[in-house]
């Protein structure tokens, strides 16, 4: 199915260990962004990318880095892991932002930091 | 500060009851509310709002935004339990640089009993 897909769906991390969350669309969307949920806070927006080439901070960037590889795929890296990035993270992706359509969201990557 | 405010932050319903969850906003550049589902994973979208007391309505779920007032509403008569989900109001804003960024409530949690 079309769609946002995220990888891995399941992680568990030890204190700063590093990884890198992937994820793809196959929708030929330009924008993408990343977000983390934690319980009771609602989606917060770490980075996003308006367009193939460039990339932004979000409300929380710290102890993120982001790559746009190319349309398809934007990844989230964590270098080295701490307990207060334990979240489940959110990938998603927009045609364009002047469009005025909603963003579509892949099925989170939960990620577990000891 | 939160700019994205929903409440009631939870809520429990026996099915047939009618539900109402609100969701008020104060940011600047406004663009749109948009209105999610999100049961285990992925959020779904619902409504996108943009003017006035225009409703929206979908089955048995309706939405209305009140610019005037800052808020919007999202009814759902004769619920069922597979209503039961977290409802994430966000706002879509447009920047300097048209981003088209989403600030997220922090969500209402609906349980429906049989």
């Known amino acids: 199915n079309a769609g946002v897909t995220q990888t891995p769906k399941f992680q568990v991390l030890k204190t700063g260990q590093s990884m890198t969350l992937q994820c793809a669309q196959d929708?030929?969307?330009?924008?993408m962004y990343w977000y983390r949920q934690d319980p009771g806070m609602g989606l917060r927006l770490i980075y996003y990318?308006?367009?193939?080439?460039?990339?932004d901070k979000g409300e929380v960037p710290n102890g993120y880095n982001v790559s746009r590889l190319n349309k398809r795929e934007f990844s989230l890296r964590l270098e080295s892991a701490a307990p207060s990035q334990t979240s489940v993270y959110f990938c998603?992706?927009?045609?364009?932002?002047?469009?005025?359509?909603?963003?579509?969201f892949g099925d989170g990557t939960r990620l577990s930091i000891l | 500060e939160d700019k994205v405010v929903q409440s009631p932050l939870s809520l429990v319903v026996h099915e047939g009851d009618t539900v109402t969850l609100n969701c008020s906003y104060e940011?600047?550049?406004?663009?749109?509310l948009l209105w999610y589902k999100q049961e285990k994973k992925a959020p779904t979208f619902l409504f996108m709002l943009?003017?006035?007391?225009i409703e929206k309505k979908s089955g048995r779920l309706s939405s209305i935004l009140d610019k005037k007032e800052l808020f919007s509403i999202l009814n759902i008569t004769a619920t069922q339990t597979g209503d039961s989900a977290i409802y994430l109001c966000?706002?879509?804003?447009?920047?300097?640089?048209?981003?088209?960024?989403?600030?997220f409530g922090r969500g209402t949690q609906l349980t429906v009993w049989p």
């Open positions: 998603a992706s927009i045609r364009q932002v002047l469009s005025n359509q909603p963003q579509h």
């Open positions: 940011v600047t550049n406004f663009r749109s």
């Open positions: 990318s308006a367009s193939e080439g460039t990339t």
């Open positions: 966000a706002v879509a804003i447009l920047t300097g640089s048209t981003l088209g960024r989403l600030y």
């Open positions: 943009t003017s006035s007391g």
């Open positions: 929708m030929n969307h330009n924008s």
